[in-house]
């Protein structure tokens, strides 16, 4: 790949995949302009402040900033002018037919084709329904004569919050959608720090990659999960099943952990994206739509050994730790402590919450109708049962013996597998599980 020659970049949505890539891209040396079209937050980023949290990335935006390579606006007319490369990363949020809904990727190519001085590469990182690109490209050309003279490439985003730096700029693949070939030149010299293998392929195939990678994540949390459901009932050890099953690189060991589920802005909406894809074009869709539904049972599956365990919930205190959907980020959407809380609630029982960094989202959702607590100990004290639903770092330091000394009751799920079952039966804690139906074999030792 070509040696670092900055090129003018406009980044379209200021998002947790914009503002990374802006910054990542800004402290390469390419000059960044990154246009938002909420004003407010436009402000907050001039200001110096984020409306998410994402571990290191203040101090790369104020670096960008400082070093007069990163810069916000706004207008997209105003990113735009000049640019050589634009990168869509806009929303794509569920659509009420199960599909993604693609009205902020239109409308941001829209604003783009009426703003364009001089031709440019426009790249797509959004995730999108396959055919796409394809839209975005007939949106350039018949907005703007300029707007034929661009390339479109699709380059969807695989980074994670809570590590979205370090996933951007060492992803494990690249994955670049061309169209006859055109726009690969300026890629490179934009992305040459990027040490990953790169997979050239056409925009659709790039598009389905993205989503179907989301897709096989999503299967492989819920093999998980239906395994632990089965095996938890005859008493095995599910954390050791699971390691041996992973072992294979065949199968790997990654999200083959048992637990609450998954969540996020991605996972589950990609999944029902796809599903509905597959509905339109007559595939068959169970797999997916199996996936989806064993997640969504697993905080049900929760609250029930809860109340197995503690026999009625109604008027039990239930402490839960991690709110976030995964740890390092705030981002509370679809996170499965949230379907945990609504089922705890429907069943009588008081919650008291705590996480490191999204309790002020969670405040929006649930008001006053649980409580808030200021550290993982004072959620936990006087509690009858806690919940550990994300695995913050911090939790894995908590000293489980003070921590059932101060709680009225004794029963626990960790809901991410962040203590081995024995440390929790050595401190005192009961574990909650499914209850073995009546005619289970047991394991003989
Ligand atoms: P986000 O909701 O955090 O941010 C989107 C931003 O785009 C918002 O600030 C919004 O105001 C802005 N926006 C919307 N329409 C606009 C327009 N027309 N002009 C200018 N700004 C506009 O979204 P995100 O999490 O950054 O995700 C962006 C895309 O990347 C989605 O398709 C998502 O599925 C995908 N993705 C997300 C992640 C992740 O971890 N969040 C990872 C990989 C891919």
Redesign the pocket.
């Given at each position: 790949m070509n040696e670092a020659v900055p090129v003018r970049i406009a980044v379209?949505?200021?998002?947790?995949?914009?503002?990374?890539a802006g910054a990542c891209l800004a402290d390469w040396g390419h000059h960044v302009s990154c246009?938002?079209?909420?004003p407010e937050?436009i402000a907050r980023l001039r200001a110096g402040t984020s409306?998410?949290f994402e571990p290191g990335l203040a101090e790369l935006v104020a670096n960008g900033v400082a070093g007069g390579r990163l810069r916000f606006s706004a207008s997209?007319a105003d990113a735009v002018r000049d640019a050589e490369m634009v990168i869509i990363?806009?929303?794509?949020?569920p659509a009420a037919n199960g599909g993604?809904d693609l009205g902020?990727?239109l409308?941001?190519s829209r604003?783009v084709a009426r703003s364009l001085t001089r031709p440019a590469t426009i790249v797509l990182?959004?995730?999108?329904l396959v055919g796409t690109a394809a839209i975005v490209a007939r949106t350039l050309a018949e907005t703007n004569p300029i707007g034929e003279r661009c390339d479109v490439v699709s380059m969807?985003?695989?980074?994670?919050?809570g590590s979205?730096i370090e996933d951007f700029r060492s992803p494990a693949r690249l994955i670049v959608g061309l169209e006859g070939g055109r726009g690969g030149e300026l890629i490179g010299r934009v992305f040459h720090r990027i040490q990953a293998p790169i997979h050239v392929t056409g925009r659709h195939e790039a598009e389905l990659i993205?989503q179907l990678a989301n897709c096989f994540l999503g299967v492989k949390v819920s093999f998980a999960n239906s395994v632990a459901d089965a095996c938890e009932r005859v008493g095995a050890n599910v954390a050791e099943i699971l390691r041996g099953v992973g072992a294979d690189p065949r199968i790997g060991s990654g999200y083959l952990s048992p637990g609450l589920g998954f969540g996020?802005?991605?996972l589950p909406?990609?999944i029902a994206g796809f599903i509905n894809f597959a509905d339109q074009v007559g595939a068959d869709p169970r797999l997916f739509v199996a996936a989806l539904g064993v997640n969504e049972r697993r905080p049900v599956d929760v609250r029930n050994d809860l109340a197995s365990c503690l026999g009625d919930l109604k008027g039990r205190m239930v402490a839960i730790l991690g709110l976030s959907f995964k740890p390092l980020t705030d981002?509370i959407v679809e996170a499965p402590a949230l379907a945990l809380v609504r089922q705890l609630l429907a069943a009588g029982a008081h919650v008291r919450v705590y996480d490191p960094a999204a309790t002020a989202r969670v405040r929006e959702v649930f008001s006053s109708d649980i409580e808030y607590a200021e550290s993982a100990q004072d959620c936990v004290a006087g509690a009858d049962a806690f919940v550990i639903a994300t695995e913050w770092p911090e939790f894995a330091e908590l000293d489980l013996s003070s921590l059932r000394r101060q709680m009225k009751g004794d029963v626990v799920v960790d809901g991410r597998g962040v203590f081995g079952r024995e440390q929790l039966e050595r401190a005192g804690f009961r574990v909650a599980r499914p209850h073995p139906a009546a005619a289970a074999p047991k394991l003989a030792n």
């Open positions: 379209i949505g200021t998002g947790r995949v914009g503002l990374v246009a938002d079209r909420d937050r409306a998410f997209t990363c806009v929303g794509t949020p993604l902020d990727v409308d941001a604003e990182k959004s995730t999108v969807p985003e695989f980074l994670r919050e979205a993205k996020g802005s991605c909406k990609d981002t």
